[in-house]
C-alpha cells in the first residue's frame, strides 16, 4: 500500500525552509490535502532542544518522544532537556554542542531522535506524502538525521545546496540498517585520506531490536540541466526525480555560472547561460518539480505543459499562518509588503556558505544592512562552520560569520569576512528561539524569502489580516479542496 501511495506524485511540493520555518504543522497541513509536506532539517537537534527547554506546555514533543523506537534514548533526551526548563525560565538557553566530527553521542541521539520527532509529528492524522529537507554543504549531521527521519517513515528525502550524489546509495543502505559513511569536505587538506563521518544503526540502537525500514524517495534540487544528468549517471545510484530551481526561490541560490558580476546593489547578475534547459531535465525521463516564482496557477500549469509533474513552492507557504516563522514577524513582514517596504536582495555575501542568499529587508532584522553590522559576533550555534586541516594535523572548525580575529587566527581570510551574517543565530531568532545574550540584548531575526514575496497578499481574503495553507493550495489548483483523511 505505501508503494502504490508514493506513485502517486502531488502537483505541488510545499518547499522545505529552514530552519524550523516548513515546521511539522505546515508540512501535516499540506499533506492532509493531499499535496507533499516537506518539513525542514536543518539545525533540528538544536531547535528541538530549545523547544522541549521551553516546556513543551502541550506535550506534543514529548508524545512524540514516547513513539522513538529506542526507548531508553526517548528518556534520556526527555531527562536531559525537559529538566532544564528553569534555564530558560532566567531567560537564556543552555548551550546545545556544536556539531563536529567527534561529537558526542549524545548530540547524536538529539539529532536522531529531533528528526524523528519532526516528521513523527507531521505525519499524523492523514495518509498524505511527507518529506524532509537537507542541505548537501551541512555534512555533519546529515547521516544521524536521515535515519532519524527514516525511523519515523518518512515518505521523500529532498537535499540541495551542492551536489548530492551519494545520497542514493546512503539512503538504501540506511534503510537496511546497514552502517554508513560520507567523506566529508575539509579545507586545506592536501593530500590527505578523505575524512569519513560515520553512523551505525546497530551502535546508535545498543544492542535493541531494530526496525524494518522503508526507503524513501529521493529528490535533488539542482539549478541546471548539467547537474540532473550528472547526477542521474552517478555510480552511486540515480535520485528518484529532481526539483529544478531558478534563482528567484528563497533561501540559498547556486551562484551564476562562470564569472560573475554585481549590479549595483551588489547582487549577482544572472544570465543566459544560467537558464535552466528544461527541455533537457525533462529528456532525462524521472519526474521533475519547477521551483521558485512558481506560486501561482498559471506557473502550475506552464510547468506541467513543459512536462513537470509539478512545482515545489516556497515562498507563498512561508508567511502562511501554519509556518513556523513567530507570528508577531510574519505580521510585519505582511504589512511591510503591503506598505511597499519588503525588499528581497539576493545578498552575495550574507551567507557563510559563500552561496548567493536571499535577504528580506524587514525593519528590525539583520536584513538591514545597519543592523546586521551592529550584531557583535559570536558563533555559538556552529551549523555553517567548516571543517579545516590545523598544521597540527587535528580538524579545526570555523565559520566567516564569527568574529574576525577568530576566523583569521584559523587561517581564514579576513576578506571572507565581509558582510557576512550570522545565519544560524538570525534565522532562528526568526521562528521565536532566539537566543537572549548576557548583557541583555537578544539575537534579532532573518528573514529570506523569493522575489514572489510581493505577491503573496493575493491569498489573504478581504477583511482578513492573514492566510492559511488551504488558501495558498487552493489558489495554485484553482478549486476548493478538502482534506484527503
Ligand atoms: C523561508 C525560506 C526558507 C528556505 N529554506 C530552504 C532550505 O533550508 N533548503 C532548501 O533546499 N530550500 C529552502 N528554501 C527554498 C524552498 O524550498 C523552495 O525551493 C523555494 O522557496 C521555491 O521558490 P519560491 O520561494 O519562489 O516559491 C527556502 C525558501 C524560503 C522562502
New binding site residues.
Given amino acids: 500500500m505505501m508503494l502504490e501511495k508514493k506513485k502517486v506524485l502531488p502537483r505541488i ?1 510545499q ?5 524550523g ?2 515546521s511539522w504543522k505546515l508540512a501535516r497541513t499540506v499533506a492532509s490535502y493531499g499535496q507533499m509536506g ?1 518539513v ?1 532539517g ?1 539545525a533540528l537537534a538544536l531547535t528541538f532542544a530549545r523547544k522541549l527547554m521551553d516546556g513543551d506546555a502541550d506535550g506534543v514533543l514529548e508524545n512524540a518522544l514516547d513513539h522513538f523506537p529506542f526507548p531508553k534514548i526517548a528518556q534520556r533526551i526527555k531527562e536531559k532537556y525537559l529538566s532544564i526548563v528553569e534555564s530558560k525560565q532566567k531567560n537564556r538557553y543552555r548551550n546545545v554542542a556544536m556539531p563536529s566530527l567527534d561529537q558526542s553521542k549524545e548530540l547524536t541521539e538529539l539529532t536522531v531522535t529531533a528528526n524523528f520527532t519532526e516528521v513523527f509529528l507531521a505525519k499524523q492524522g492523514h495518509e498524505g506524502l511527507i518529506g524532509i ?3 548537501e554543504k551541512i555534512q555533519i549531521p546529515t547521516l544521524p538525521s536521515i535515519y532519524g527521519a527514516m525511523l519515523a517513515g518518512v515518505d521523500y528525502i ?4 551542492g551536489i548530492p550524489a551519494r545520497m542514493p546509495y546512503t539512503i538504501s543502505e540506511l534503510s537496511l540498517n546497514h552502517d554508513v559513511n560520507i567523506p566529508i569536505k575539509i579545507a586545506e587538506d592536501g593530500d590527505n585520506e578523505p575524512t569519513l563521518s560515520y553512523f551505525s544503526p546497530t551502535d546508535f540502537s545498543e544492542g535493541e531490536k531494530l526496525p524494518i525500514l522503508e526507503r524513501p524517495q529521493f529528490l535533488a ?1 539542482v539549478s541546471s540541466a548539467t547537474l540532473a544528468s550528472h547526477l542521474n549517471r552517478s555510480s552511486f545510484g540515480s535520485p528518484d526525480g529532481f ?1 529544478v ?2 534563482p ?5 541560490n547556486a551562484p551564476p555560472r562562470g564569472k560573475t558580476t554585481y549590479n549595483e546593489h551588489g547582487e549577482p547578475i544572472y544570465g543566459d547561460r544560467d537558464r535552466i534547459d528544461i527541455e533537457a531535465i525533462a529528456q532525462i525521463g524521472l519526474p521533475f518539480w519547477l ?5 501561482s496557477k498559471e506557473q502550475l500549469d506552464a510547468a506541467i505543459s513543459q512536462g513537470a509533474a509539478g ?8 508567511f502562511c499562518e501554519e ?1 513556523g ?1 513567530e507570528p508577531s514577524l510574519k505580521a510585519r513582514v505582511l504589512k511591510a509588503i503591503g506598505l511597499g517596504k519588503a525588499h528581497v536582495k539576493t545578498d552575495a555575501l550574507a551567507s557563510p556558505t559563500g552561496f548567493p542568499f ?1 535577504v528580506a529587508e524587514i525593519e528590525g532584522t539583520i536584513g538591514i544592512e545597519a543592523v546586521g553590522n551592529e550584531r557583535k559576533r559570536i558563533c555559538d550555534l556552529g551549523y555553517l562552520r567548516e571543517p579545516y586541516r590545523k598544521e597540527s594535523g587535528k580538524i579545526g572548525y570555523r565559520c566567516p560569520s564569527e568574529p574576525e580575529k577568530d576566523y583569521v587566527a584559523k587561517g581564514g581570510k579576513i576578506e571572507d569576512t565581509i558582510g557576512r551574517r550570522c545565519l544560524c543565530n538570525g ?1 532562528v531568532s526568526a521562528i521565536g528561539l532566539e537566543q537572549k545574550r548576557m548583557d541583555g540584548t537578544k539575537e534579532l531575526p532573518l ?7 510581493k505577491y503573496i497578499l493575493k491569498f489573504i481574503e478581504p477583511g482578513k489580516t492573514s492566510y492559511q495553507a488551504l488558501d495558498v493550495l487552493s489558489s495554485l489548483l484553482g478549486m476548493k479542496l478538502n482534506p484527503i483523511i
Fill in positions: 511540493i518547499g522545505g525552509m529552514g530552519v520555518v516548513s516537506v525542514s536543518t529537507n537537507f542541505l529532498l537535499m540541495g545546496a534540487i526539483v530551481e531558478a528567484i526561490a528563497g533561501g540559498h521551483a521558485g516564482g512558481y506560486g512545482v515545489q513552492v516556497g515562498t507563498a507557504f512561508a509556518s516563522f536571499k534565522l528573514v529570506t524569502a523569493g522575489d514572489d514575496l
